[in-house]
């Protein structure tokens, strides 16, 4: 499900590179980022002559994730005291057709002084008795206002706002022809901003682990010339690193998976053992629910069989048998190799239906705790982790936990060719959550 170009997206957005998709998005940005300074959040104030284009700007807004600063009480009452009443005195803040030069620079400085306004827009769309060029030169003198603030401006109309665009342009504000480009800009300046915060206070955490424990894992499948780990042996991996998963037996015989069964205690779950069946359940190679020694018998001799019918030159090294415990929200962690930039790590929902709902995420290891979080929050399964109609809310924490140690595993051991826990078994808050299988494979060296 991990592309190359998905691998460059993510990448690039880890160092803080700016994609563009368009020669007019790469000049655009271009403009913006050598005349404009970062803004300190992602507030932007959007003042207009006229309704449409306001209303085009907010709903760009909304889109490329652009938040519409509020206008405080304070404000809203110096706008009252000299904007005509028919005007727009929340954001976007509409100066009404007829605006003055004047009228113009008195929104400006009024609405960019205030500290819930990290960004300005200012729209133009000329009326029969609109002065472009004042009210450039208006917006030019206001610009030790805004200083520290990036401005913008759409003054729309072509030929008849072309002296306006000059002057405002000659002063380094950007001007846009249409609004929607200018949000979409202003939205990467927001992002980048917000990566440059983000990396200067950022740090990878390291986990107290056990390395001798997976290095004596890997190098007896190794010894063994195999390439992928048994569930018992990829168990031990991903405990070593205090990922909290079922203890599983492998019993070679129907016996011994009794004897298993009796130690664990029923119910019992029973599944096939095999480097050469991946995924077990398509072939009935897992049973659940198993209650007694005569279950574990007879399903023990069901579950060989079907595997030998299924695939008859598959290696059989026999069954595992595992508690049964109760089933959480299912989900997915995973690593697959990037041949550019290496371990990529996946979170999403999980279960049986994850090739077929494909709600997932992708990261570059190592991960930070925030783009753990950032992961969990692009995914659909996150509005159920946190608790609709009434469900309780899943112990979200203790998810992060297990990828931020995952990451470290994943980036401590390079020869890890692939690895997926499905599901992990996530419970309600404060109650953690359960590796319930975990498939592991590394390279030969």
């Given amino acids: 499900m991990a592309g190359s170009d998905l691998a460059f997206k993510i990448a690039f957005k880890k160092a803080g590179i700016i994609r563009v998709e368009t020669a007019e998005?790469?000049?655009?940005?271009?403009?913006?980022?050598?005349?404009?300074?970062?803004?300190?959040?992602?507030?932007?104030?959007?003042?207009?002559?006229a309704g449409g284009p306001g209303i085009l700007a907010t709903d760009s807004c909304e889109k490329y994730g652009v938040k519409m600063a509020p206008m405080s009480s304070n404000i809203v009452k110096k706008l009252r005291e000299k904007l005509p009443p028919a005007s727009g005195f929340f954001n976007p803040i509409d100066v009404l057709g007829d605006a003055s030069a004047e009228r113009y620079k008195f929104a400006i400085e009024t609405v960019l002084k205030s500290e819930d306004v990290n960004s300005g827009l200012i729209i133009l769309a000329p009326q029969a008795i609109t002065k472009p060029l004042s009210i450039a030169k208006a917006i030019v003198d206001s610009k030790h206002i805004f200083k520290d603030k990036p401005v913008m401006t759409s003054f729309m109309g072509g030929r008849t706002v072309a002296k306006g665009i000059e002057e405002i342009e000659k002063a380094g504000i950007p001007n846009f022809s249409f609004p929607e480009r200018a949000i979409r800009s202003l939205s990467i300046l927001v992002k980048y901003g917000d990566y440059l915060k983000s990396s200067q206070i950022e740090t990878i955490p390291r986990f107290r682990i056990n390395k001798k424990k997976v290095s004596s894992v890997f190098k007896r499948v190794r010894e063994d010339k195999r390439v992928t780990l048994t569930w018992v042996e990829a168990t031990e991996v991903v405990n070593a690193y205090g990922i909290p998963a079922t203890i599983p037996q492998l019993a070679n015989i129907a016996e011994e998976a009794v004897q298993s069964a009796n130690r664990i205690g029923y119910p019992v779950v029973l599944k096939i053992e095999s480097p050469n069946i991946l995924h077990k359940t398509d072939i009935g190679g897992v049973r659940l629910n198993v209650n007694t020694a005569e279950e574990v018998r007879r399903i023990f001799f069901e579950l060989v069989g079907r595997a030998h019918i299924y695939y008859p030159k598959a290696t059989i090294l026999g069954v595992n048998v595992s508690k049964m415990v109760p089933l959480?929200?299912?989900?997915?962690?995973?690593?697959?190799?990037?041949?550019?930039?290496?371990?990529?790590?996946?979170?999403?929902?999980?279960?049986?239906?994850?090739?077929?709902?494909?709600d997932v995420t992708f990261g570059l290891a190592p991960l930070s705790e925030r783009e753990v979080v950032e992961m969990i929050e692009q995914t659909k399964a996150f509005t159920l982790l946190r608790g609709i109609r009434g469900d309780a809310r899943s112990d979200i924490d203790s998810i992060i936990d297990v990828i931020l140690r995952f990451s470290q595993l994943v980036t401590d051991f390079s020869e890890i060719n692939e690895i997926d826990i499905n599901p992990l078994s996530v419970y309600e808050e404060n109650k953690g959550c359960l590796c319930l299988d975990v498939k592991i494979t590394i390279s030969t060296k």
Avoid at 29 to 39: D, G, K, Y
Avoid at 330 to 356: S, W
């Fill in 328 to 358: 959480g929200r299912e989900l997915i962690i995973g690593m697959t190799h990037d041949i550019t930039f290496g371990q990529l790590i996946m979170f999403g929902l999980g279960g049986i239906y994850v090739n077929f709902l494909k």
């Fill in 25 to 49: 998005e790469l000049f655009d940005l271009a403009e913006v980022f050598s005349t404009q300074p970062i803004p300190e959040g992602s507030n932007v104030a959007i003042i207009t002559n």
